[in-house]
Every structure is written in C-alpha cells, then in structure tokens.
C-alpha cells in the first residue's frame, strides 16, 4: 500500500552539533569557577543562556526537513513553504561549505534548499542517499500527466548564464 506522506527531519546528532561548542566551552569553566567561589556575575548568565537559549535551538530545529505528500512538497525551514509537485524542474544535491543538500528547483526560477536531509564532515547522515533518491522518486510518480519540462532559459537562445548557478533562474 503507497504511503500518504514521508516526513525527513535532522538526525539527532545534526541537531545536537550546533550547542556542542557552547557546551564545551560552558563546562571548561565550572572548575574556575568553583575555585572562585562567586558564582554570581558568571552563573545567572550562563543559565539564562542554557535555559532558554538551548531549549529554543533544540526545539526550533526539531520541526526543519521535508513532508513528502502526493499534490506537494512542504519545506519546513524557519518558514514554511509548499511546493507543488507539477511546478518542480529538478530534484538536485548541491555541497555548500562541505554539506551537502537536497535543492528543489521551480519552473519559475526559485530553488528551495531543504534544511533535511544533509549530510557532511560532523552533522553525517548515513541514509542522504536513499532519502534523496526517495524525494526524486517522489517528485517523478506525483508531478501529474500534464507535466512538461520548462528548459533553462539559456537552453533556448544560449543567452547569458543564468544567477546564482540556478539552471531555472531568469538570466541575470
């Protein structure tokens, strides 16, 4: 039976690695300060920072990644966003500072970079693969039948190149 919806988040670990530096850095200072023994001016701070700060990381970065549907594509990322399924071009992987990304290309000319899956060098994600091939999959069994693919627009006259590398994009 064909799933309604697939949902990819961060892995833990990938959510975990952003709090890492300040965690290491916060516990390095416990034995000073129990040297000093004036927690005051150092320890309200330091929870106000791990009491709310860490919380809102941890929780805000739960709900980024991708909900797979039949009609679309919901992109959860700061906002969301709906993709209609009719309206992509291509389903790509793009490395960025060394990760690497699923990207959704429109026939309009914007691109989406999903927030999960990713993977790279610390935040690794040992299903990218699969979960890329499962979004491409995806994509290719729910466009629809009137589907039709927009060429780039320097595919038509070999104009200029398009911005920012996107193949969909206006030229610049």
Partial sequence: MPQERIRYRLTTSQRLLPVLPGFTVATSQV????????FGPVIIPGLLIWGVLLPLVLLASRSFGVTL?????????????TIRWSNVQAVQIESLLG????????????????????????SWDRSFEEKFHTIGRWWLDHRGPDWVPVPPPGVWWGGPPTSHGNPYAPPA
Avoid: D
């Avoid at 034995?31 to 004036?38: A, F, I, K, V, Y």
């Fill in 31 to 38: 034995p000073l300060l129990l040297e000093r023994r004036s």
């Fill in 69 to 81: 549907t039949p009609s679309e594509a919901i992109a959860h990322n700061l906002r969301r966003r």
């Fill in 99 to 122: 990760s690497r990304t699923v990207v959704i290309y429109e026939a309009g000319g914007r691109r989406t970079r999903l927030r999960a899956p990713t993977t790279g060098f610390l």
